[in-house]
């Protein structure tokens, strides 16, 4: 447990009724997340392929990350790199070290069954913040460049800037004990 100014921060292991809770509170600040895709997560966790961390605020829903533990970008994959997607902290509960906590517990878990962990983050204004946490936290980029849709974007390419346009980073766990 962390806290947040004056409320307690709690991580813990998402839950069934969490899903459509989730899905609401991005729904509040107009943001579509349906439901099904908690649900999936939660069946990718009870089958062993994700780690999904809820944080909740004063008792609160407040963000989430997921760990896949066998990542789909190849070199990742191949590394046996466990990847950091999907980290979202609803924006009323950003700025509040929440990010952090629940970074933080990601980065524990990992570090039990690798020594780097993985992510990626998107390239537009919108992941300005998150590309600077990471740096922040000292992830690199993997140094393959941009990607976008799964394909390596190569000088001359037309690619839709969208979601799907990300740079794969990369760091050094080292977790005290």
């Keep these: 447990m962390k806290h947040s100014g004056s409320s307690t921060v709690t991580i813990r292991n998402l839950r069934r009724d969490d ?3 989730i899905s609401q509170a991005f729904a509040l600040q107009g943001w579509n997340k349906p439901t099904e ?4 997560y939660e069946q990718e966790m009870l089958e062993g392929r994700r780690d999904v961390l809820i944080a909740e605020c004063g008792g609160e829903f407040a963000g989430y990350v997921t760990i896949v533990w066998g990542s789909d970008y190849p070199p990742f994959h191949e590394a046996g790199i466990p990847e950091i997607v999907d980290f979202n902290v609803l924006i009323k509960f950003r700025r509040q ?3 952090t906590a629940l970074m933080d ?3 524990r878990r990992i570090f039990r069954r690798s020594p780097i962990a993985g992510i990626g983050v998107g390239l537009t204004p919108d992941y300005g913040a998150a590309q600077v946490l990471y ?3 000292g992830y690199v980029p993997d140094g393959r460049g941009a990607i ?3 394909q390596y974007i190569t000088y001359g390419s037309t690619i839709t800037v969208d979601d799907d346009l990300t740079i794969c980073l990369t760091k050094k766990l080292d977790i005290p004990a």
């Design 97 to 99: 070290g929440i990010g």
């Design 37 to 40: 895709q908690y649900l999936r």
């Design 135 to 137: 740096a922040r936290r």
């Design 19 to 21: 899903c459509a809770v």
């Design 148 to 150: 976008s849709h799964g």
């Design 105 to 107: 517990e990601a980065e």
